[in-house]
């Protein structure tokens, strides 16, 4: 069974600065999607990038970028020039590349404050 | 907004009672789930539905009982729950259960069994 770490259960940055989110899993396939969700206090849950793992280039979307390194099975995001509005929960998740399978795992999460 | 809306968004209910909670979604796709968030601990799927068909059952105890009359709707019906089933329950669809499609979430129902 596949599983989802993320050791960082919260974490703090100042507005325009960086910040990395770590994630690592385990599996024993080879081909899997690995993603990023985030979730305000709002709750609604929204995707923030995502990465094929036969894809060796590293995902981004705008300030929102992906460290993915297979062989150590590592999935880290890194927001640059933070703003208030990315103070979230943020999720790391896996899915198999299977045809029959849909199912998403989830880390634990990692709480986002960004400090003006 | 994600296309995906869910009813109630909180619902405080003893354990003697029967609620349902409702799922509906705009997008035209085709998978549906439900989700289990509980303080703490990573989330839980708990069905899946793809083409009106349940496909995964996560364990999930009898007395949550899906139903997903078509692919826009899903129900989650409560019946005899327990305090410890006090969660968000996040629905959420997607294109194509077996693509690379994200999943869409609903903004999720908060449960408090008392």
């Known amino acids: 069974a596949q599983t989802v770490t993320q050791s960082q259960p919260e974490m703090s940055v100042q507005e325009a600065e960086t910040v990395t989110l770590s994630c690592t899993y385990d599996?024993?396939?080879?081909?899997?999607?690995l993603f990023w969700y985030k979730q305000p206090p709002s709750r609604q849950m929204i995707l923030v990038i995502r990465?094929?793992?036969?894809?060796?280039q590293n995902a981004t979307e705008n300030r929102f970028s992906v460290n993915f390194q297979k062989a150590a099975k590592s999935f880290s995001l890194k927001i640059s020039d933070s703003q208030l509005g990315d103070a979230a929960m943020y999720f790391c998740?896996?899915?198999?590349?299977?045809?029959?399978?849909?199912?998403?795992?989830f880390g634990e999460g990692t709480q986002l404050t960004v400090n003006p | 907004e994600t296309g995906v809306t869910q009813t109630p968004r909180h619902l405080v209910m003893g354990m003697t009672n029967k609620k349902s909670l409702k799922c509906e979604q705009h997008l035209g796709h085709n998978a549906m789930y439900w989700y289990k968030q509980s303080a703490k601990k990573p989330l839980e799927l708990m069905f899946v539905y793809n083409f009106k068909e349940q496909t995964e059952n996560n364990s999930v105890p009898s007395r949550f009982s899906p139903e997903c009359p078509n692919s826009s709707h899903l129900f989650l019906h409560l019946h005899t729950l327990q305090p410890e089933d006090s969660a968000l329950y996040l629905c959420?669809?997607?294109?194509?259960?077996?693509?690379?499609?994200?999943?869409?979430f609903g903004p999720g129902t908060r449960l408090t069994v008392t």
């Open positions: 959420a669809s997607s294109q194509d259960p077996s693509g690379i499609g994200e999943q869409y």
């Open positions: 998740a896996y899915r198999t590349a299977e045809t029959s399978g849909s199912r998403l795992t």
């Open positions: 599996t024993s396939e080879s081909d899997y999607y």
């Open positions: 990465q094929e793992a036969y894809k060796q």
